[in-house]
């Protein structure tokens, strides 16, 4: 029997073991797609505590605390960090079989070189243990990061943020990278339409100007997508339960727009040009510039309304939304493509049904200016983890090039999730690993080991455009 998240965890024969060992461990991290705060990076700051570097907005570890019973008072709520923490620890050894059990105890070793089990009898040592550590300068925000060898990472960023904590980052002397990413979510969200408002207000006061018609909107938005370029900038991100890709003329955006301001309600069809309108807008920007634009695509969010009023977005009642993907996904990319101005994009599916529609669909926008332009994209959220990556995986190699592969990303909230590439290079090591030894892939350990670091760091390297 294998004792438990050894050195060789998820690597099931040597070959395995040798592309891990040999080829990926040590190579750097690219984390091109993640939501740590650029705030806590600037001020390099200490957490008080492990539940509050583990914990707070740790939405995963809030729905298993719910699903084995515990109260919102321990989670969200106002019992102490001992508290919550002692209802987590209560909870992780039910979550067996789930991601968050391997992630656990990843964590608490990589970062703590703790390699007791947690459970409420060692929850009060390793708490203690672990908070003592965190008090030390080795464990501030940026030792954390530095620690797991991360070479860059970009964070998302609204465009309104002002980014003077990305302006801190670089002005220091920490050798990581951090850029931001443009995520304008809000720009577009015609749904709610008094946030719209003053989301428009707000970037009229940002940019000392008045923002009469679409036009002007359009104008002062693209200042901000020019500020972000001008901090660094070269990915755009953007989370839609499906690529709107309605057709519109001008004329309609313009009236619509006049609607908006005048908090005239829309018609569904007219929220759904708009979006179609702007979505196209940014893509054509992030052409102009050669950046790199993501799509993460399929959730279905804030399902609890009770829970919504209570507690906000991102707590943990989000889900796998079932929308239909293929349509417009493809009528978007075709009209970028047919002037010629469809730049690097990568795809992130939420629901595991769509992987071979994206693993295809990208395929059809591939047309050897970079190689991997269109990218079918890590596993995300739900699926990241060992069944939701392997059969990522297995799909781009399927139907696909998974040596193009640019790799995995954290998408994480917390300072602690760097092993998650860990655990993505050892479940890609297996697959290669099980193939060479199945005799289904030559026994060329040096090839294969290349292909390896090139999917761990060097495609992503090469890809994006990191200064
Ligand atoms: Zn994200």
Redesign the pocket.
């Given at each position: 029997m294998k004792s438990f998240l050894d050195q060789n965890f998820l690597l099931k024969n040597k070959t395995a073991e040798r592309l891990y060992h040999d080829y990926a461990k040590d190579m750097p991290i690219i984390d091109y797609?993640?939501?740590l705060d650029p705030e806590q990076m600037a001020g390099n700051v200490n957490f008080k505590n492990l539940t509050e570097i583990w914990l707070k907005g740790d939405h995963y570890k809030w729905r298993a605390m719910r699903a084995n019973g515990i109260n919102e008072e321990f989670i969200t709520g106002g019992k102490s960090d001992w508290e919550k923490f002692e209802q987590w620890a209560l909870t992780v050894p039910y979550t067996l079989r789930n991601p968050l059990y391997h992630w656990t105890h990843l964590e608490l070793q990589r970062y703590f070189d703790t390699h007791e089990l947690l459970s409420p009898k060692t929850a009060e040592s390793i708490y203690n243990n672990c908070t003592q550590k965190l008090q030390k300068p080795e464990y501030s925000v940026q030792s954390l990061i530095t620690k797991m060898n991360v070479e860059v990472i970009c964070t998302?960023d609204d465009p309104l943020d002002g980014l003077e904590h990305h302006q801190r980052i670089k002005g220091g002397n920490w050798p990581v990278k951090v850029f931001p990413a443009f995520r304008p979510d809000k720009a577009m969200n015609a749904d709610d339409l008094k946030a719209l408002n003053e989301y428009i207000d707000k970037l009229e006061a940002i940019e000392n100007t008045s923002i009469a018609s679409y036009e002007d909107y359009l104008i002062t938005l693209k200042k901000r997508h020019d500020y972000f370029a001008e901090n660094g900038c070269t990915v755009s991100?953007h989370?839609l339960e499906q690529l709107y890709a309605e057709n519109f003329t001008g004329q309609e955006i313009s009236a619509i727009f006049n609607k908006i301001r005048l908090q005239k309600e829309l018609e569904p069809i007219e929220v759904l040009k708009f979006r179609s309108a702007m979505v196209y807008e940014f893509a054509l920007w992030d052409h102009e510039k050669g950046w790199v634009q993501q799509y993460?695509i399929g959730a279905l969010r804030n399902n609890n309304s009770r829970a919504y009023r209570e507690t906000g977005p991102d707590t943990g009642y989000d889900s796998i939304g079932d929308f239909s993907q293929a349509m417009a996904l493809s009528k978007f990319l075709n009209k970028l493509d047919s002037t010629n101005q469809l730049t690097k994009t990568i795809i992130y599916n939420l629901n595991p049904a769509d992987n071979e529609i994206i693993a295809t669909m990208a395929g059809n926008f591939n047309d050897g200016s970079v190689a991997g332009k269109i990218q079918f994209g890590s596993a995300?959220?739900f699926l990241d983890q060992k069944n939701g990556m392997t059969r990522q995986l297995n799909a781009l190699s399927s139907m696909g090039l998974l040596s193009k592969l640019v790799g995995m990303l954290t998408?994480s909230r917390s300072f602690l999730s760097y092993p998650r590439h860990e655990y993505f290079r050892r479940l890609l090591c297996n697959l290669f690993g099980e193939d060479i030894e199945n005799g289904e892939l030559p026994n060329d350990i040096e090839w294969t080991g290349k292909i390896v670091q090139d999917i761990c760091y060097y495609n992503a390297k090469n890809y994006f455009d990191f200064k």
């Amino acid at each position: 029997m294998k004792s438990f998240l050894d050195q060789n965890f998820l690597l099931k024969n040597k070959t395995a073991e040798r592309l891990y060992h040999d080829y990926a461990k040590d190579m750097p991290i690219i984390d091109y797609h993640c939501h740590l705060d650029p705030e806590q990076m600037a001020g390099n700051v200490n957490f008080k505590n492990l539940t509050e570097i583990w914990l707070k907005g740790d939405h995963y570890k809030w729905r298993a605390m719910r699903a084995n019973g515990i109260n919102e008072e321990f989670i969200t709520g106002g019992k102490s960090d001992w508290e919550k923490f002692e209802q987590w620890a209560l909870t992780v050894p039910y979550t067996l079989r789930n991601p968050l059990y391997h992630w656990t105890h990843l964590e608490l070793q990589r970062y703590f070189d703790t390699h007791e089990l947690l459970s409420p009898k060692t929850a009060e040592s390793i708490y203690n243990n672990c908070t003592q550590k965190l008090q030390k300068p080795e464990y501030s925000v940026q030792s954390l990061i530095t620690k797991m060898n991360v070479e860059v990472i970009c964070t998302t960023d609204d465009p309104l943020d002002g980014l003077e904590h990305h302006q801190r980052i670089k002005g220091g002397n920490w050798p990581v990278k951090v850029f931001p990413a443009f995520r304008p979510d809000k720009a577009m969200n015609a749904d709610d339409l008094k946030a719209l408002n003053e989301y428009i207000d707000k970037l009229e006061a940002i940019e000392n100007t008045s923002i009469a018609s679409y036009e002007d909107y359009l104008i002062t938005l693209k200042k901000r997508h020019d500020y972000f370029a001008e901090n660094g900038c070269t990915v755009s991100d953007h989370g839609l339960e499906q690529l709107y890709a309605e057709n519109f003329t001008g004329q309609e955006i313009s009236a619509i727009f006049n609607k908006i301001r005048l908090q005239k309600e829309l018609e569904p069809i007219e929220v759904l040009k708009f979006r179609s309108a702007m979505v196209y807008e940014f893509a054509l920007w992030d052409h102009e510039k050669g950046w790199v634009q993501q799509y993460h695509i399929g959730a279905l969010r804030n399902n609890n309304s009770r829970a919504y009023r209570e507690t906000g977005p991102d707590t943990g009642y989000d889900s796998i939304g079932d929308f239909s993907q293929a349509m417009a996904l493809s009528k978007f990319l075709n009209k970028l493509d047919s002037t010629n101005q469809l730049t690097k994009t990568i795809i992130y599916n939420l629901n595991p049904a769509d992987n071979e529609i994206i693993a295809t669909m990208a395929g059809n926008f591939n047309d050897g200016s970079v190689a991997g332009k269109i990218q079918f994209g890590s596993a995300w959220w739900f699926l990241d983890q060992k069944n939701g990556m392997t059969r990522q995986l297995n799909a781009l190699s399927s139907m696909g090039l998974l040596s193009k592969l640019v790799g995995m990303l954290t998408d994480s909230r917390s300072f602690l999730s760097y092993p998650r590439h860990e655990y993505f290079r050892r479940l890609l090591c297996n697959l290669f690993g099980e193939d060479i030894e199945n005799g289904e892939l030559p026994n060329d350990i040096e090839w294969t080991g290349k292909i390896v670091q090139d999917i761990c760091y060097y495609n992503a390297k090469n890809y994006f455009d990191f200064k």
